[in-house]
């Protein structure tokens, strides 16, 4: 029998397999979309544009992974929440999996975990417990596609708005999430104060687009906004903390 | 290629790697199963996902119906294999969109969220990937208490920005789902775990609010 170790090699290069796949995937993807953008008379630059800020707007959220994988790490090592973190999860669910699983094997979270049953146990945890989303995905996206294309076809104009309503809908969750807090006195604002604050330089980039003629900055303006509000929420949590 | 069989292949194409994606995903488990052979008990794995899977098979569920409006087709096979949907590839496409000047509804809408995605997923792996090869270095830097507020605010950094010109654009529809969210989580502050889950409960409010003022011919 092989002997385990959360950081043995065999994890590393079953790790690097799903990597791999995933970077095939956005490739694959990424080609045909721009070879298409090219039929449909998009230009070049917007795509660039489009691949550049989408680049440099992922930079800070990854970093933000990369902690999660960090957090991980300390008890399920290196590779398994790299391989989760990178395909399909995200930390809100990976860390909670994690904990039930181990809950239900006595398993202490703080430690690294040497026993390869409770690894074995988490990982398979780790894949079923988020894996219906996916099903759907494969079996049922052609119908839910239709069902909008249907809604589109039958009112255009309400079509849009309907679409707009899934947006303001998403965005309205989040906003409000930021007032949970606000009980807690000062500290609590400081998620709303950081929200303002990225709003604000969105919105002094939307005017130096439009009045200015700055139109590169448009690709731009969402993670900078992003970056500058991040930055930002250091020295406001420093006087409101 | 006209629109049709544009739209086919990506369907074609995209169950082929969702496949592949949802075969190698289950094969890690048995992967390590067999190499360590070591099989779980079926017991803890049922303790394990009852303790995780009635929310996120819920959450999961939902989240299907409600992005893949937002993500198009080739968006959603792809930005559901990768992940982090909510945090990385919804505000990625939607920004792409917006900055594009295309809309959602439309197949340039769904090849520039296609790309936005992509190039999204490819920068996150890397990243990730770089990060935890040079750990050593980064650690300290990624857990330094001076750095912790900023990724503590990653999400109210994102939804400020991304909310102002939304909002902006269509504020008549979303003073009504900003204010009954508002008033939510004022209310119930421990929502804020499952704000996921209340995504769907803002769509359908906004969703109701916005067919209410296009009857009335106020949008």
């Not at chain 1, 959220?61 to 990369?66: D, Q, R, T």
């Not at chain 1, 703080?110 to 049953?117: E, I, Q, S």
């Not at chain 2, 990243?127 to 999400?155: H, K, R």
Request: contains cysteine.
């Amino acid at each position: 029998m092989n002997t385990f170790n959360v950081n043995s090699p065999f994890l590393y290069g079953v790790t690097a397999v799903v990597i791999v796949y995933v970077l095939a995937q956005s490739l694959f993807f990424l080609i045909r979309a721009a070879k298409r953008a090219g039929e449909l008379g998009i230009s070049s630059s917007v795509v660039k544009k489009t691949i550049l800020s989408s680049a440099l707007f992922s930079i800070a959220p990854a970093a933000a992974i990369l902690l999660g994988v960090i957090t991980l790490s300390k008890f399920l090592g290196l590779p398994l929440p790299w391989l989760r973190l990178s395909v399909l999860g995200a930390l809100t669910y990976e860390l909670p999996a994690a904990e039930a699983t181990a809950i239900a094997m006595n398993v202490d979270t703080t430690m690294t975990l040497v026993d390869a049953k409770a690894f074995a146990s988490i990982a398979w945890v780790m894949t079923l417990g988020i894996i219906p989303g996916i099903f759907l995905v494969l079996f049922g996206l052609k119908k839910i596609q239709s069902g909008i294309v249907s809604i589109k076809s039958k009112d255009a104009k309400w079509g849009e708005l309907f679409l707009s309503g899934l947006f303001l809908g998403m965005i309205s969750a989040f906003m409000g999430m930021l007032f949970s807090d606000v009980r807690l006195g000062v500290p609590g604002f400081i998620p709303i104060v950081v929200a303002l604050i990225s709003a604000v330089i969105m919105a002094i980039c939307g005017l130096l687009i439009k009045k200015c003629n700055i139109a590169w900055l448009e690709q731009y303006a969402l993670p900078l906004s992003m970056l500058g509000a991040m930055a930002a929420s250091i020295p406001v949590t420093a006087l409101m903390g | 290629m006209k629109n049709r069989d544009y739209m086919d292949s990506v369907h074609f194409y995209g169950r082929i790697w969702v496949a592949t994606g949802i075969l190698l995903m289950l094969l890690t488990p048995v992967a390590i199963c067999v190499y360590y052979n070591a099989w779980p008990q079926l017991q803890h794995v049922f303790k394990g996902l009852l303790g995780v899977a009635p929310i996120f098979w819920t959450v999961g569920i939902i989240e299907v119906f409600t992005y893949a409006p937002m993500l198009g087709t080739g968006g959603t096979y792809l930005g559901f294999i990768t992940g982090n949907v909510t945090s990385l590839k919804v505000p990625a496409a939607l920004n792409a969109m917006s900055a594009a000047d295309v809309k959602a509804s439309s197949e340039q809408g769904e090849v520039i969220s296609t790309i936005a995605i992509a190039s999204s997923s490819i920068v996150t792996t890397i990243v990730i990937a770089l990060g935890v090869l040079m750990l050593g270095y980064l650690q300290p830097l990624l857990e330094s208490p001076v750095l912790a507020p900023a990724f503590d605010n990653i999400l109210p950094s994102l939804f400020g920005g991304l909310g102002v010109v939304y909002i902006s654009k269509n504020w008549k529809i979303a003073i009504t789902p900003l204010v009954f969210m508002i008033v939510l989580f004022l209310l119930v502050p421990s929502l804020a775990s499952s704000v996921g889950i209340l995504v769907p409960v803002g769509a359908l409010v906004a969703i109701g609010a916005a067919r209410i003022l296009y009857k009335k011919g106020k949008v």
